[in-house]
């Protein structure tokens, strides 16, 4: 039987839903696409040839090549992160033997080995690496829409430090792991030191063995739900569609059902729409009753608000009768400030602005 192989974002699988790693890993079933995960794709896709170029020809920047290299067909999210890197980044001059996607694979005594080796136990990939004396250097590109305060020397950041350090430059004493937020252009770090990476091997062989005694791999249902990508091959998502009681729960039990229901609905609407697109895509509409599912035009319009307000103005509008139509939300403002890199001025306008509580049921993460 072949050997099982590990990398972290298999034991992260793992750790968030034991039904999900096994359903990918051990049953090989495809994850649905999710757009997130695509995004971060692409765009290490993106810089890896970019920094591959500036290290082949020695230059610290090439717009043209990186205009040139700029996707037609992306989400605008996408590019809008690709342009910001590029337009920011720039390579610093003399780094010490660096290295772009660095696979690196290590055999069941951790020692270093070919990545797509019989004997590869555990793998990684690391994004940017170089060296700086004595210090080595990790960057790690993130997509994400948090940054946080301050980083974690959380597993998964300890294992690049190790890796680094065993199987490329044995000799240094200590890795800075730069997080580099593509989407604000914003840097995080957090130092390593040998202490931080002595204990690595054990503790992943400590996560592996937990996978390897399970013999059940049981689902566990939460908000990771809408992102696993195999519910409809997940039993708890199955049975959750069944008992007619919970449609009208009367008791606890069945209210705890209900609320199970209507959490698999709400996280299959997505996963089931997407997979649907895709067939439609490749086989054409299909009817339900007297209606077509299938592909049709939509206009959207990307109105000036500016010339909106002054032509209902000239039309005789009351301004207080065009204000409300601005439309102006506090998640539309968050996002505005955000974008600008004034997050702080969010708080002044809301302490500014009237506002009332409501209260609202929905799904919440336990404290
Ligand atoms: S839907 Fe939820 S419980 Fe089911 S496999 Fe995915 S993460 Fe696990």
Redesign the pocket.
């Known amino acids: 039987m072949k050997k099982s192989q590990y990398s972290f974002s298999r034991l992260d699988l793992y750790e968030?839903?034991?039904?999900?790693y096994k359903?990918v890993y051990l049953d090989r079933i495809p994850r649905a696409k999710n757009e997130a995960r695509e995004t971060g794709q692409l765009l290490h896709g993106l810089v890896a040839d970019y920094l591959n170029r500036l290290i082949a020809t020695g230059h610290p920047t090439d717009w043209d090549w990186a205009r040139g290299a700029t996707p037609k067909e992306a989400l605008s999210d996408a590019i809008e992160m690709w342009n910001r890197f590029y337009e920011t980044f720039a390579m610093p001059e003399g780094l010490g033997s660096p290295g772009v996607e660095n696979r690196l694979a290590f055999d069941a005594s951790w020692q270093p080995c070919e990545f797509f080796s019989e004997e590869a136990y555990f793998r990684m990939v690391i994004d940017f690496h170089f060296r700086q004396d004595s210090l080595g250097v990790i960057v790690d590109w993130k997509t994400n829409r948090e940054v946080p305060q301050t980083v974690a020397k959380d597993l998964q950041l300890r294992t690049y430090g190790w890796g680094l350090k065993q199987a490329l430059y044995p000799e240094i004493q200590e890795v800075l792991l730069r997080l580099h937020f593509l989407r604000y252009g914003k840097e995080r770090e957090v130092m390593l030191i040998s202490h931080d990476l002595a204990e690595v091997p054990d503790e992943l062989e400590a996560r592996i063995a937990t996978i390897e005694v399970d013999k059940n791999y049981d689902?566990?249902?939460?908000s990771?739900?809408g992102?696993?990508?195999?519910?409809p091959?997940?039993?708890?998502?199955s049975k959750a569609l069944a008992p007619i009681e919970v449609l009208a729960p009367a008791t606890r039990e069945q209210a705890e059902k209900a609320a199970s229901l209507l959490l698999?609905l709400q996280?299959m609407e997505k996963e089931l729409a997407a997979r649907l697109k895709e067939w439609v895509k490749e086989n054409g509409p299909v009817q339900v009753g007297d209606l077509v599912y299938g592909p049709m035009e939509v206009v959207s319009y990307d109105l000036n608000t500016k010339a909106v307000v002054e032509f209902l103005l000239n039309e005789g509008l009351e301004r207080e009768a065009v204000w409300p139509l601005l439309g102006i939300t506090k998640t539309g403002l968050e996002r505005g400030m955000k974008k600008l890199q004034r997050p702080d001025l969010l708080k002044r306008i809301l302490s500014l602005s009237n506002h009332k509580t409501t209260e609202r049921i929905d799904f919440r993460r336990n404290p």
């Open positions: 968030r839903c034991p039904w999900a359903t689902p566990t249902p939460g990771f739900c992102l696993c990508g195999i519910t091959y997940c039993p708890v998502m698999t996280k």
